[in-house]
């Protein structure tokens, strides 16, 4: 059985500030942090879900660009794959999450990431400041 794949937006603004979500739920990862996204639905492309996702949990549009490293393992039977993404239109609101906080350079780290995006923001903070 092939495995679910879940992805994830990291939502970059002002070149550098990049979006943090703290989950809600289950309550093994509440109060954890993590880029938001989900799973991408049967015939869904990966652009799609994340299109998709972001409005729902976030209230907001995105325009999805470049994806960042490979397949990032997640529990069992999942791997998440993800992407750079900017603001389309909209100003996130934390309708599924417990709190959404703007990270810039030299705060990447003052949140609590969850063990999957955790090597996802290391991969990132070098995409952002190779320039």
Not at 9 to 16: C, D, F, K, L
Not at 74 to 88: H, I, N, P
Not at 90 to 115: F, I, K, M, N
Request: contains cysteine; hydrophobic residues 45%; proline residues 6%.
């Amino acid at each position: 059985m092939s495995a679910v794949v879940v992805v994830a937006a990291v939502i970059v603004a002002s070149g550098e500030r990049v979006l943090a979500a703290q989950r809600a739920d289950p309550p093994a990862l509440a109060g954890g942090w993590e880029f938001p996204g989900g799973k991408v639905d049967p015939g869904e492309s990966e652009e799609a879900a994340l299109v998709r996702e972001c409005v729902e949990e976030l209230g907001v549009q995105i325009a999805v660009g470049e994806r960042v490293g490979d397949d990032w393992p997640l529990a069992e039977g999942y791997l998440m794959r993800v992407y750079l993404c900017s603001l389309v239109s909209g100003t996130p609101q934390a309708r599924e999450h417990l709190a959404l906080r703007w990270l810039g350079p030299g705060e990447y780290y003052s949140v609590d990431w969850l063990g999957a995006d955790l090597p996802v923001m290391k991969t990132v903070e070098n995409l952002l400041l190779r320039d």
